[in-house]
């Protein structure tokens, strides 16, 4: 009996000095590990459209368009010392980003990171689903981003996107038909965006007109034209600004009914109707044009960095005709060019976790200044100049692209109700081109329409 209560208290005392050396090893491993406690696990959501596939290029092995955001988290979770992280990526179709945000604002659930075109995204912010951004700017990236992309993201005084890259668009055109209609002179350089005034792009507007060869160019047009829907309507609001008019007033109010306006809608009538564009431009649409121009239709069409790529990319391929296409600006009646972009970035919900939101701007700020991670802005237009400069020798519109930032006009005016105004327009435009309503009627009344849309949404808008 003595024996087997000795064992007892033997054994008792063993597994005690074994649970504290177990509670001693644990102590040490957090301790290793960064701390007295574990860190806590915080997990948030990063959803996008697709934008380019790869970290850094599409041609690496198992590229896809969750790469990169998969790539940059893997990074945060191992270098960020606030939290244990987990990043869920998701890419979900351009079509369907409206209605699945809308369902999931709804529901109380939206995304902690949605990255995406800002202009696309802007009614958010005026909704006020959006934080502002502005603490996770520093002096650095002020310096390295153009003050022209960050007007874009700014609505009052709060920025609600990140910058990482963008889109510019311009005029492509078809070097080899102004060859052949003789205006050699008004070609630009490869790698240049060529500036033309606005006297001399009529001249070779007319000259394309009655000098390309038709044997060598049959049923061709010198400008492209569309109306039918809301898609490409930058364009069409670049064309609007040509003699001057502002499309907005300081106060967000549209302004296009006035003297500039007009003449900038008389100028459309009257090259329309000299037959320097395709006929039906009220029933044709940019995707229509696009086409036409890639099979030698129409001499200069729309264009933006991408599509600039994409079109490139198929000739080399033969999936298009092959000819010398390049790249200008749309002018004005000042003579200084006319250009916009999409700038595409991160913007985070609020969703009311105070911990989710720090971390997800903590992620933002990351991924978007990150030395090595903002390469990846190389697939589309990098907004940095830095960047810009890096790898220009690979891509030389990437100067060209910089240096025409000082003449970009943001075509949201970041007003809310935009994508409301864009289902207001064109059916002026399409007015204007049969003739129902004269340029000086139909620019009256877009500005009447225009402005209502922007006034109710002004009252839902917490953007002051």
Same mark, same amino acid.
């Given at each position: 009996?003595?024996?087997?209560?000795?064992?007892?208290?033997?054994?008792?005392?063993?597994?005690?000095?074994?649970?504290?050396?177990?509670?001693?090893?644990?102590?040490?491993?957090?301790?290793?590990?960064?701390?007295?406690?574990?860190?806590?696990?915080? &997990?948030?959501?990063?959803?996008?459209?697709?934008?380019?596939?790869?970290? #850094?290029?599409?041609?690496?092995?198992?590229?896809?368009?969750?790469?990169?955001? *998969?790539?940059?988290?893997?990074?945060?979770?191992? &270098?960020?010392?606030?939290?244990?992280?987990?990043?869920?990526?998701?890419?979900?179709?351009?079509?369907?980003?409206? &209605?699945?945000?809308?369902?999931?604002?709804?529901?109380?659930?939206?995304?902690?990171?949605?990255?995406?075109?800002?202009? %696309?995204?802007?009614?958010?912010?005026?909704?006020?689903?959006?934080?502002?951004? =502005?603490? $996770?700017?520093?002096?650095?990236?002020?310096?390295?981003?153009?003050? /022209?992309?960050?007007?874009?993201?700014?609505?009052? +005084?709060?920025?609600?996107?990140?910058?990482?890259?963008?889109?510019?668009?311009?005029?492509?055109?078809?070097?080899?038909?102004?060859?052949?209609?003789? #205006?050699?002179?008004?070609?630009?350089?490869?790698?240049?965006?060529?500036?033309?005034?606005?006297?001399?792009?009529?001249?070779? #507007?007319?000259?394309?007109?009655?000098?390309?060869?038709?044997?060598?160019?049959?049923?061709?047009?010198?400008?492209? #034209?569309?109306?039918? /829907?809301?898609?490409?309507?930058?364009?069409?609001?670049?064309?609007?600004?040509?003699?001057?008019?502002?499309?907005? !007033?300081? *106060?967000? /109010? $549209?302004?296009?009914?006035?003297?500039?306006? +007009?003449?900038?809608?008389?100028?459309?009538?009257?090259?329309?109707? %000299?037959?320097?564009? /395709?006929?039906?431009?009220?029933?044709?649409?940019?995707? !229509?044009?696009?086409?036409?121009?890639?099979?030698?239709?129409?001499?200069?069409?729309?264009? =933006?960095?991408?599509?600039?790529?994409?079109?490139?990319?198929?000739?080399?391929?033969?999936?298009?005709?092959?000819?010398?296409?390049?790249?200008?600006?749309?002018?004005? @009646?000042?003579?200084?060019?006319?250009?916009?972009?999409?700038?595409?970035?991160?913007?985070?919900?609020?969703?009311?976790?105070?911990?989710?939101? *720090?971390?997800?701007?903590?992620?933002?700020?990351?991924?978007?200044? !990150?030395?090595?991670?903002?390469?990846?802005? *190389?697939?589309?237009?990098?907004?940095?100049?830095?960047?810009?400069?890096?790898?220009?020798?690979?891509?030389?519109?990437?100067?060209?692209? !910089?240096?025409?930032?000082?003449?970009?006009?943001?075509?949201?005016?970041?007003?809310?109700?935009?994508?409301?105004?864009?289902?207001?327009?064109?059916?002026?435009?399409?007015?204007?081109?049969?003739?129902?309503?004269?340029?000086?009627?139909?620019?009256?009344?877009?500005? @009447?329409?225009?402005?209502?849309?922007?006034? @109710?949404?002004? &009252?839902?808008?917490?953007?002051?």
């Amino acid at each position: 009996m003595i024996k087997k209560r000795f064992l007892a208290t033997a054994l008792t005392g063993v597994l005690a000095v074994s649970a504290l050396l177990a509670g001693c090893s644990d102590k040490d491993s957090s301790k290793s590990a960064g701390g007295s406690k574990s860190k806590e696990t915080v &997990e948030i959501s990063l959803m996008l459209t697709p934008q380019w596939k790869g970290v #850094l290029d599409a041609t690496e092995e198992g590229a896809d368009y969750d790469s990169f955001f *998969k790539h940059a988290a893997e990074r945060f979770s191992k &270098e960020y010392k606030d939290y244990d992280v987990k990043v869920n990526v998701e890419v979900i179709a351009s079509e369907q980003r409206d &209605e699945l945000l809308n369902v999931k604002l709804n529901g109380g659930t939206p995304p902690d990171i949605f990255f995406d075109g800002s202009f %696309a995204m802007s009614d958010y912010a005026h909704r006020g689903a959006l934080v502002p951004l =502005n603490d $996770i700017f520093d002096d650095a990236a002020k310096k390295d981003i153009d003050q /022209n992309y960050m007007d874009s993201v700014t609505f009052g +005084e709060e920025i609600y996107f990140y910058p990482f890259s963008h889109m510019p668009g311009t005029f492509a055109y078809n070097a080899d038909m102004l060859k052949a209609a003789g #205006l050699e002179q008004q070609i630009g350089g490869e790698n240049e965006i060529k500036t033309w005034t606005l006297e001399e792009y009529e001249t070779i #507007l007319n000259t394309l007109k009655n000098d390309l060869p038709k044997d060598k160019y049959p049923n061709a047009y010198p400008m492209g #034209l569309y109306a039918l /829907n809301n898609q490409g309507d930058t364009w069409n609001l670049a064309y609007l600004r040509m003699f001057g008019n502002t499309f907005f !007033d300081k *106060k967000g /109010n $549209i302004v296009l009914g006035d003297a500039k306006g +007009e003449k900038a809608a008389e100028w459309l009538k009257k090259t329309y109707d %000299a037959g320097l564009t /395709n006929p039906g431009a009220e029933s044709v649409s940019s995707n !229509d044009v696009l086409a036409m121009f890639k099979n030698q239709k129409i001499a200069i069409a729309f264009t =933006n960095s991408v599509l600039f790529n994409n079109t490139k990319a198929e000739m080399n391929e033969g999936k298009a005709p092959k000819f010398d296409i390049r790249l200008a600006n749309i002018p004005s @009646e000042s003579g200084d060019p006319l250009t916009f972009t999409y700038v595409s970035g991160a913007a985070v919900f609020n969703t009311q976790d105070e911990t989710r939101i *720090k971390v997800s701007k903590d992620f933002v700020k990351f991924f978007s200044s !990150d030395p090595e991670l903002v390469k990846s802005s *190389k697939n589309g237009v990098p907004v940095r100049t830095s960047v810009a400069d890096e790898f220009k020798s690979q891509n030389p519109l990437f100067e060209a692209y !910089d240096k025409n930032a000082p003449y970009l006009f943001n075509f949201t005016g970041n007003v809310p109700g935009y994508s409301q105004l864009r289902q207001v327009l064109y059916p002026e435009i399409q007015a204007v081109f049969t003739g129902q309503k004269s340029p000086k009627q139909a620019m009256k009344d877009y500005q @009447e329409s225009g402005n209502q849309v922007i006034k @109710e949404a002004k &009252e839902n808008s917490v953007v002051k």
